[in-house]
């Protein structure tokens, strides 16, 4: 079982989608699998014929688990092998065939024999407090406030599942009143994953803030004259997110990272776009936005949105950003402070448009459309000076959108 992202560690196995004796290619789909945000398929890693299938369905499998066993037809196993150790965690693309951010185990060695009948799984079956429900409902349980305890599972082995959950809150969630009338709520998952990994980079990169207010009023035009095939209007985040991936080509030491004392250089221009659904946080992933005009990429933004509001993101939409941005201008904030991505140099926070009395530097007054931009930026990477080159180029890339469009 390969590690779906950098913090799943198990997943439930859904279904098999292979009998042992089938033939399979690498790439071919293996089984189905539900983690606490997605469902996805596993892979093949190898090209073979399924000896045997050592894990169950719905039972909660640990990454690096061997769950299949493939080889020749007619191969005999051997009675007793180890099993492999977990995979590493992946630095960059996953070869072909696998998952962006899931790194295809070594070959191993056949595993063990599964246990006996009656007794029981050995390293599948996940129950807390005599609950046994999967990474999804339990992920659904803490947002809506609901007690796993009082829910009658339906699957095997009462194993609750997501219709079982669904069913209780039609009759209206359940919440935990203590005293004086507060009612307390478990973080999701997401929340907590988010809040440990800021936390981290907050308390270990020297952050550094540099702003910076650009006159919008031509990007705004271009917006009106830019619309997509079915018309609709171009958000303001595509722009922003065009803006930041040129001015990163052209100021490549932001679009690096800090990791264990050394600089990593990232080849591609992968920019993260901050998106609020409920009480989570997500930043799915435009890739080589550099090489994408602003169409391109407001196109792949609505699709993300899309699939994160209805929790279908998977982990190769989350993976690989480079650098990232936030806006909150739709809120009216004017102006705001980030904390910068864990694996990132920096990250760009833009307020709200407003109207006001200007004056440009060749001492012409006028009312613009104005934004204040605030970049957050790892003193560890770059310095003042050239975070300040970098800003200088994103303001001019939303000041001047035509000046390097390909919209």
């Known amino acids: 079982m390969p590690k779906m992202s950098q913090t799943t560690e198990e997943v439930l196995l859904l279904r098999w989608k292979v009998r042992v004796g089938d033939s399979v290619k690498r790439g071919d789909p293996l089984c189905e699998v539900e983690t606490d945000k ?37 191969e005999k196993l051997a009675p007793s092998a180890p099993v492999s150790e977990p995979p590493s965690p992946p630095r960059a693309h996953a070869p072909s065939g696998a998952p962006f951010g899931v790194t295809p185990a070594a070959p191993a060695a056949p595993a063990a024999p599964a246990a006996p ?5 050995r390293r599948f079956r996940r129950r807390e407090g005599g609950i046994l429900a999967t990474p999804l409902v339990r992920n659904i349980a803490a947002k809506r406030g609901v007690d796993l305890s009082k829910v009658r599972g339906s699957g095997a082995r009462g194993l609750i599942t997501k219709r079982d959950v669904e069913e209780l809150l039609a009759h209206g969630p359940s919440e935990a009143p203590v005293t004086g009338g507060e009612t307390l ?42 619309r997509q095939a079915d018309g609709g209007a171009v958000s303001i985040n ?17 679009n690096t990272s800090y990791r264990d004392g050394e600089l990593v250089e990232h080849p591609g221009v992968n920019v993260g776009l901050a998106v609020a659904v409920g009480d ?16 391109e990429i407001d196109r792949e933004i609505s699709w993300l949105v899309a699939k994160a509001r209805s929790g279908k993101l998977e982990p190769s939409d989350l993976a690989g950003g480079t650098f990232t941005v936030t806006n909150l201008g739709m809120y009216g904030i004017d102006e705001f402070t980030p904390i910068i991505a864990p694996g990132q140099a920096g990250i760009l926070a833009a307020g709200r448009i407003r109207k006001a009395l200007d004056v440009d530097d060749e001492g012409r007054m006028a009312v613009r459309s104005l934004c204040v931009l605030t970049g957050a930026f790892d003193h560890r990477v770059l310095n003042g000076a050239q975070a300040a080159q970098f800003m200088a180029a994103l303001r001019a890339g939303l000041e001047e959108p035509g000046r390097d469009s390909d919209a």
């Open 117 to 121: 009948a009656g007794a029981g799984p």
């Open 185 to 226: 709520s478990r973080l999701t998952p997401q929340q907590v994953v988010v809040g440990r990994n800021l936390a981290k980079w907050w308390s270990t990169a020297p952050h550094y803030y540099l702003k910076a207010t650009a006159a919008v009023d031509r990007m705004l035009s271009a917006r009106v004259s830019l």
């Open 280 to 295: 989570d946080l997500y930043v799915p992933v435009v890739r080589d936005a550099d090489r994408k005009g602003v169409l």
């Open 238 to 254: 595509a722009f922003l997110v065009r803006a930041a991936a040129r001015a990163l080509a052209s100021h490549r030491r932001v």
């Open 38 to 74: 997605t469902t996805m398929e596993v892979e093949s890693f190898e090209t073979g014929t399924v000896l045997e299938l050592l894990a169950r369905e719905e039972e909660t499998v640990v990454a690096g688990t061997v769950i299949a066993v493939l080889g020749r037809p007619g």
